[in-house]
């Protein structure tokens, strides 16, 4: 995001507090906000005059109560240091009242070391370990960002009731729609993608998208409609490293949220919320580098792969049930991981096979695009702790040399037989994957990255908050089952 920031200044303000407040007060900036992630990764802010910004606070960070916050501190313990990053400054393209945006890293005010629970931290120590490691220097992240863009959804849920209804002027649904005129032109079930207007109705809402994210300094690589009817859409961000993807992605999702919004629409990142079609995953691509150079290419490999990288794969593979606790971390992330639908739930990998977990993109031969794509991701996740427990992953596979299971190029749906029974499945649910988590979750430990306290803080608040509370209440689908029993 320093990215827009830079070139208008002239110079580097990653480094320099300075040139930040100077910029601020010649763009005429009026608030600054002050941002950082939850433990579950939804950004929380307040803001300040710019009057307030001054050199100390990049030194020594502004106050804010830690116990208000959804898994952080307790009540007694609850005061906590915001400190901005400057290499994160960014006017906010959405906000009519000039605001600059700063990421910020959490401290404990007594001891002023960085706070444990801090997903950001969680980041850095990972790169700072892959440094370490010797192994590599860089990691690179691009994560394909699918959402959904609807009209309305309205939902609620009480003791005598639960729904949930959703619109959309691009549903299928509505082919039929008497009242008003009716135009057509609407996505079947599953084939939305890439037609032109008029089906694709949200053509200009998506550039209007992507040009409030460059103004935000994400470079946009390409727009496009996806599969599922009413509004389907992926948006693609230029590869970066592990912090400042994850950065780029919560400000991603403020970005589209607001746009939409702003447009009259909503937009959701929940992977699954239409039934019998396409859901919304986050595929994200991964690459090691040491020097300048790719590690994962090697011209006499499979698919071009250097045997790193088939490390890499094969400790993502093995690790992967643990790894979705923080990458696929919703009750409804498994509605989207089932047979169909495009849905990568097989514990293997393959060139372009879509059904893998993990896909070899093959458009292209050169060694500095060899990467590795794990499908099953989606955008719920928490961008520092989902990239930080995938690097884990494939580090410990190149540690321990792990051999992934052979590549299978057939369509993985359709296997019977012996073929079948020897690609395994992805875990089914949140429940299994947190599970899974508690009895692997030694290699997070590597090089202090994660802490056990961060890892079973996450375990009890997800079965708290959401395993629990969806297992106790009643479907609406068990009404069709069951009421006239």
Known sequence: MAMALEGRLGTAPGTDPQAVIAYAKDQGIKFIDFRFSDLLGQWQHFSVPLSELTERVFAEGVGFDGSSIKGFQQIHESDMLL????????????????????ICDIVDPVTKARYSRDPRYIAHKAEAYLRQSGIADTSYWGPEMEFYIFNSIRFDQTVNEGYYHIDSVEGIWNSGRNGVPNLGFR???KEGYFPVPPVDKLQDLRSRISLALAEAGIEVEVHHHEVGTAGQTEIDMR??????MADKVLTFKYIVKNVCYREGFTATFMPKP????NGSGMHTHQSLWKQGDPLFFDSNGYALLSDLARWYIGGLLAHAPSVLAFSAPTTNSYRRLVPGYEAPIKLAYSARNRSACIRIPTYSERPQLRRLEFRSPDATANPYLAFSAMLMAGLDGIRNRIEPPVPVEADLYE???DAALQVKDLPGSLEEVLSALESDQEFLYEG??????????WIALKREREVDPVRLRPHPYEFMLYADS
């Open 239 to 244: 590869y970066d490293t592990l912090v400042s």
């Open 448 to 457: 202090g990255v994660f802490t056990e306290d961060l890892v079973g803080n």
């Open 415 to 417: 296997l019977e037989g």
């Open 83 to 102: 400190v901005p990053d400057p290499k994160t400054a960014c006017v906010d393209p959405i906000l009519e009242v000039p605001t600059l945006s700063l």
């Open 187 to 189: 996505p079947r079930l």
């Open 274 to 277: 239409l039934f019998g079609d």
